[in-house]
């Protein structure tokens, strides 16, 4: 071996040790959003990214990769290099209902991803029209099961989190009541409008000034606690269907296989930007509930949905469009 090459590869090995012990991050963090621009996750990472961007000191670039029910965001991140630069910002539908609604999914929620944290909570708000006279929940599953398939509830779609939390509802109800569902949110809120169908699930930030204006009737919302854009309405739960639960959230997951030093940096500095106060106060305004939980606790929650949608999905016979 020459002088030259040896001292060459001398200088080589000497660098190894030094490029391992790089400090997390050292370059840009590519967040990868399922939602195209303008849409509720795009908005709830543009808003922190900012904010984690300052505390990581490495830029925060928002990929937006909408379609596919999330699919082609979520296998980008599933095969990504493990060392924490790539993340998806995913749904509970992503994560937990379109697995298991699908047939042919290219991950797998809990063998392809490190969950980091969940971002927020978007509360349901179960709406009527007010033709139904029904004020309660209670009189609402009283009146379904004395006209057992003719009352209807639209969704934003098939195997949608609101199609799925009406199933969940008939399912411990007891009811029969028809499912409508319509392209998106959009034009199942019209339908509901328009008085063409009966009742639905929607999230609180659009359903709640709905029921405000006096156009639709809240009976309760979904989650297990109340709203603090409704607080005078009870959950479903505490209102005639005790142990109802059904909200949305946005989590952050990395690919599986990154280093858990970098997952507990990446849940440390994301859940302080989440409770920075100008942070918290835009997303409150949004109608988000910020959680910041630990990356235990969503693994932990990914778990139970996947096992109660399940038998949701099951029980309903529910099937993709």
């Not at 949608?160 to 409508?180: N, P, Q």
């Not at 029921?211 to 109340?226: D, E, H, Q, T």
Request: some cysteine; glycine content about 10%.
């Amino acid at each position: 071996m020459s002088t030259a090459r040896g001292l060459l590869l001398a200088a080589l090995c000497s660098f190894g040790p030094a490029l391992a012990q790089t400090p997390f991050p050292s370059k840009p963090i590519r967040l990868i959003v399922t939602s195209p621009p303008g849409g509720s996750n795009d908005i709830l990472n543009r808003i922190v990214g900012t904010k984690l961007a300052e505390l990581l000191a490495q830029p925060v670039l928002i990929d937006n990769r909408p379609g596919a029910s999330g699919f082609v965001a979520a296998e980008m991140v599933a095969k990504a290099p493990r060392y924490g630069y790539t993340l998806l910002a995913a749904t509970e539908a992503t994560l937990v209902a379109n697995p298991l609604f699908f047939r042919q999914v290219p991950y797998d929620p809990q063998r392809d991803f490190a969950p980091v944290t969940i971002a927020v909570e978007i509360g349901y708000v179960l709406l009527v029209h007010p033709s139904v006279p029904a004020r309660s929940v209670e009189e609402l599953i009283a009146l379904a099961r004395t006209t057992p398939g003719r009352l209807n509830y639209a969704s934003s779609g098939n195997g949608s989190a609101f199609h799925l939390g009406m199933e969940l509802f008939k399912r411990m109800a007891g009811v029969d009541i028809v499912h409508v569902p319509f392209k998106g949110s959009a034009l199942s809120v019209n339908a509901m409008l328009a008085g063409e169908v009966q009742i639905m699930l929607n999230g609180t930030p659009n359903g709640v000034p709905l029921a405000k204006s006096g156009k639709l009737r809240a009976l309760a919302v979904a989650g297990a606690r109340r709203s603090p854009l409704a607080p005078e309405l009870p959950t479903i739960a505490e209102s005639g269907l005790p142990g109802y639960e059904m909200s949305g959230w946005f989590g952050t997951v990395a690919p599986a296989g990154t280093p858990a030093a970098v997952v507990a940096v990446l849940n440390r500095e994301y859940v302080r930007a989440l409770h920075l106060p100008e942070v918290r106060e835009r997303l409150e305004g949004y109608g988000f509930e910020v959680v910041g939980n630990t990356p235990e606790e969503f693994a932990a929650r990914m778990r139970s949905e996947s096992q109660r949608m399940a038998r949701v999905i099951r029980d309903s016979g529910a099937k993709p469009e």
